[in-house]
């Protein structure tokens, strides 16, 4: 009977809203915070003399990014709740989906009280909130199972819509709520939307992405074959459309893990077109190792990334058709080269982060990458440290990032600020807080970078402290799939910060979703009542093969549950009354009384 209590409920997630809030109402967070509280903009000293130049669509958008990310999973918050109409016309055409879309955040896992709220939106008079509101939908169901399949029942009439905003609206949504369940009906929904012509390139590649996130890991042939062949199809042209890497996207989380059964599908795309083919073989490659820590493949990553590419601009004779064919082949290889370079450095993290000394190493070689390296591969450095510590605010990687968030090339700043946002997500990191308030500072006149630096600052009091981006769990022995896929389409986005976050498709950063966890500690008995009972939190130590019974942790404190747990944290029970059913102490744990124990 209890196995069938936990499996309800830890696979489900029916539970986590409710026990989420629960932890937040004990650590007395559950007031909702407005960005400004994040922001703290009367510590900057910034006197603006006449009319601020920042245009304020761009500050409002950012603005609904960190209300959502800050108020994520409690239900409640100060800019949408009262009067959400107001807010949302303040932002413009694609931000008024992405500010709907917000709502998904803010009722994250509540899907019986979520959905009703976001109803309304569904019959607004302007597009853009109606997609939004598909989107929050599909937000609001990611990571939680639910028997009515209420995401499936309201997105499904809108995938093929005859708006491509609908369509994308439906389809990341369905991405986002079926992530990881591999479910036939969502695949053989989605697939259709590939092939049909009047889907937009964006359509075709969040479709993919969509369908990557379903069938993660699970090396699905209809699933690959399908999209192998979409990239066969698209003219050369089309492959030079910047949501082609998300095709390529789509066709690697499939993979993920798998390691040598991705070799026929790598092999398969060399019919593929530059600059696509390889660019996409690279990311199969590095998915299907990712946290493997495998060294060949790491230095393989390396080797790609000394090659020297070159978009040189040669004078042609004008009617010389040979030298211009020639000239447009040698741009179109160096563009190539150039997406597989950046694909190959956000693969060596992909595969080092699983344990402590390869990500070590793998940070001295981006040092080395910095140094050395050529302009893409700097833009690229700070997406991998993202992904190599996420969730963990080390002291070197912070001070990296902080370097290069004043570079002078525009694209390292952007992704070295975002990555701060994400290596220090919901941790409410005072130092990194800090940074991000004087880079605010420093940037108050310039929108765009102002504007991820809000985004940074919201990603760091994530769930106001209490939540994770980290793919680890269980003691950092079990990788999450889904956490790693939902990293991974927000970072990709990245590589065309320009055109894509800074531009329409700012809703990729919607991805992170997938990889939202509470850290949290809670005990129930073993009628899944909540159990307060003390436990001992502190630094873990590793006693692999160490004799006798040495201590696992250092230096505890003791608190009864529910508790949070930071990065390399580690509970043990601090009463001998109960034992618990499981070996890792994390996330829900059911106790059963001690019969041994003797008054």
Aim: aromatic share 6%; hydrophobic share 45%.
């Amino acid at each position: 009977r209890v196995r069938e209590a936990v499996v309800s409920t830890q696979s489900t997630g029916v539970h986590l809203n409710t026990n989420f809030q629960s932890l937040a109402r004990e650590l007395d967070i559950m007031e909702p915070k407005v960005p400004e509280d994040i922001y703290k903009s009367h510590l900057e000293n910034v006197r603006s003399y006449g009319p601020s130049n920042v245009d304020s669509a761009r500050q409002n958008l950012a603005a609904s990014f960190v209300n959502g990310f800050v108020n994520c999973a409690f239900g409640n918050d100060k800019l949408l709740a009262e009067n959400g109409n107001k807010w949302l016309y303040k932002n413009k055409e694609h931000g008024m989906m992405s500010a709907t879309a917000s709502l998904g955040l803010i009722l994250l896992w509540d899907v019986d009280g979520g959905l009703t709220q976001i109803d309304k939106y569904l019959y607004s008079s302007e597009d853009y909130i109606k997609c939004g509101a598909l989107l929050a939908c599909g937000i609001v169901n990611s990571g939680v199972r639910n028997e009515c399949d209420p995401a499936l029942a309201l997105l499904a009439d809108y995938v093929l819509h005859q708006s491509n905003n609908m369509r994308i609206g439906s389809i990341v949504g369905l991405g986002l709520a079926y992530a990881g369940s591999n479910r036939e009906d969502v695949i053989e929904l989605l697939l259709p939307v590939l092939t049909d012509s009047n889907s937009s390139m964006e359509v075709v590649g969040q479709t993919a992405l969509a369908l990557g996130m379903v069938a993660i890991a699970s090396s699905h042939g209809d699933v690959t074959s399908t999209i192998l062949q979409t990239m066969m199809d698209k003219s050369e042209s089309e492959l030079k459309d910047t949501h082609c890497k998300f095709l390529a996207l789509g066709l690697a989380l499939t993979y993920l893990g798998k390691q040598e059964e991705a070799a026929l599908t790598i092999e398969a795309l060399k019919v593929v077109g530059d600059p696509l083919g390889k660019m996409a073989a690279t990311l199969v490659e590095v998915v299907a190792y990712a946290g493997t820590g495998d060294v060949l493949k790491i230095q393989k990553m390396l080797h790609l990334c000394s090659e020297h590419h070159e978009i040189t601009k040669e004078d042609v004779k004008k009617g010389d058709k040979a030298a211009k064919a020639e000239a447009d082949a040698k741009k179109l290889e160096a563009e190539s080269g150039i997406a597989q370079q950046m694909v190959a450095v956000i693969g060596i993290a992909l595969i080092a982060m699983a344990e402590e000394l390869g990500a070590e190493m793998a940070l001295r070689s981006y040092s080395n990458l910095l140094r050395y390296g050529e302009p893409s591969i700097r833009r690229a450095v700070p997406l991998a440290l993202a992904i190599l510590s996420a969730s963990n605010p080390k002291l070197d990687i912070i001070d990296t990032l902080s370097k290069l968030s004043h570079d002078s090339d525009s694209e390292v700043a952007h992704n070295a600020i975002f990555a701060m946002g994400i290596v220090g997500s919901g941790t409410n990191n005072a130092r990194l807080a800090n940074m991000l308030r004087l880079l605010a500072q420093y940037y108050h006149k310039d929108a765009n970078n102002l504007f991820m630096v809000r985004l940074a600052q919201g990603l760091v009091h994530l769930g106001k402290g209490t939540l994770t981006l980290s793919p680890y769990h269980s003691d950092k022995m079990l990788m999450s799939r889904v956490a790693v896929g939902g990293l991974l389409g927000a970072v990709i986005a990245f590589m065309d910060v320009n055109t894509l976050i800074l531009g329409k498709s700012h809703y990729m950063l919607y991805h992170l979703v997938s990889a939202i966890q509470p850290r949290m500690l809670v005990t129930f008995n073993e009628d899944l009542k909540p159990l307060p009972v003390p436990v001992r939190v502190g630094q873990a130590v590793d006693v692999v093969g160490q004799a006798g019974k040495p201590k696992t942790i250092t230096g505890f404190q003791t608190h009864t549950t529910p508790v949070l747990l930071a990065h390399g944290e580690r509970a043990e029970l601090g009463t001998n009354e109960y034992n618990p059913l499981t070996p890792v102490m994390e996330g829900f744990v059911i106790l059963r009384k001690n019969e041994e124990m003797t008054e």
